[in-house]
């Protein structure tokens, strides 16, 4: 072998070795090296249902480093043709390889969060801001009468079956698949113990999820609800009118379509609105809740405090809760005594 032989044979060994090494450190750099930008230890990112690859990169480019290479890994491994939408949490420290991966198979539930909403319009937008659905696809799902239909759901009853909670669901989800989730949920709730309590009130679930709105709205004591439903409950059996003034303010609103006036007095003219939510006009619960209550307002009514107590009235002198009466003389004195102190706080309506 002569020595020039001899040298080409060494130079392209060498330049083997140099593009080994360069491609060594290329894949290193461009795969397994970090490619996170973000100082936290984590970053979110949501992919819409409709999204491409570049709404993808949209998303990601301020958490990378160099968006380049991971473009480059990304059509290597062929994601631009498999996107998956949902929610997907990006590691400090992550690589292109870890990235791909993660957004590819690693959909993270997201906590979905509700609690008095007085109508399906408002449990509608609070929802859509945590996850895909907009307002207006949930409104339509949730007021649709098939789907009602199906559950045995009026369109006054179907805010019953939104029980107030933290619920773990893909972002994602779609708003009907939302309001199937939600109703499995209710169904999950009202076992066998608490619909056989509901019956020996002789109420159904969704009756007592619209007499317990009634009990919330009364009163913001959580400790006083069981003794306030105890009241409901013995006006319910002895067939009398519920006479709540959250009903006829629920009413007028209704009525004049505007549920964001304030009314903080009911006057003599409103019990007279000829509404079925109006309780001075007609016994029994509402049609449906006046307002979404929270669990303790649901166990106050099935948990109710036994007593014989019809009458109550705003305690003045213990700010929040009532004064309580089993006769009328008692509650007609203990209402003259409020009625005198609200007239000197020239609260008109």
């Keep these: 072998m002569t020595k020039n032989l001899k040298r080409v044979i060494w130079s392209v060994l060498v ?31 949501y992919i819409r249902t409709d999204a491409n690859f570049a709404d993808v990169m ?9 968006a380049v290479s991971f473009e480059a890994v990304a059509n290597r491994k062929g994601y631009p043709e498999n996107i998956k939408p949902g929610h997907y949490v990006i590691n400090k420290g992550m690589n292109n390889n870890d990235i791909i991966n993660t957004i590819r198979i690693n959909n993270t539930p997201v906590k979905v969060k509700f609690n008095n909403q007085e109508r399906l319009e408002n449990l509608a937008g609070a929802v859509s801001k945590q996850i ?3 307002s207006v696809a949930l409104l339509n799902a949730m007021s649709d009468r098939e789907f009602l239909a199906e559950i045995g759901q009026t369109p006054e009853s179907a805010l019953a079956i939104y029980l107030p909670n933290t619920y773990e669901l893909y972002w994602n989800t779609s708003a009907t698949d939302f309001c199937k989730r939600m109703k499995s949920e209710y169904d999950s709730f009202w076992n066998e113990s608490r619909t056989s309590k509901a019956r020996s009130i002789g109420l159904s ?6 007499l317990a709105a009634i009990v919330q709205k009364e009163t913001a004591k ?9 009241l409901y409950v013995n006006r319910i059996k002895r067939g009398m009118l519920l006479q709540a003034d959250p009903t006829v303010i629920y ?29 001075y006009k007609y016994t029994g619960v509402p049609p449906g809740p006046i307002s979404m209550p929270d669990m303790s307002s649901i166990k106050a009514v099935l948990d109710h405090e036994n007593h014989d107590y019809i009458f ?17 003389a008692q509650h007609n004195r203990n209402r003259a005594e409020y009625v005198r102190w609200i007239n000197g706080q020239g609260v008109n309506r």
């Design 312 to 328: 109550m009235v705003a305690d003045i002198s213990n700010p929040g809760y009532h004064k309580f009466a089993k006769t009328l």
């Design 132 to 134: 895909e659905a907009d």
């Design 58 to 66: 949209e998303e990601l480019r301020p958490l990378l480093k160099d």
């Design 15 to 45: 330049l083997g070795v140099i593009a080994m090494a360069i491609f060594a450190w290329f894949v290193y750099s461009a795969v397994l090296s970090p490619n996170t930008a973000f100082t936290n230890d984590e970053a979110h990112i």
């Design 222 to 230: 959580v400790d006083e609800r069981p003794r306030v439903a105890g």
């Design 205 to 210: 679930p969704e009756q007592v999820v619209s």
């Design 251 to 279: 009413a007028k609103k209704k009525a004049e379509n505007d549920f964001d006036q304030v009314i903080k007095r009911v006057l003599y003219r409103d019990l007279e609105l000829d509404s079925p939510y109006n309780t």
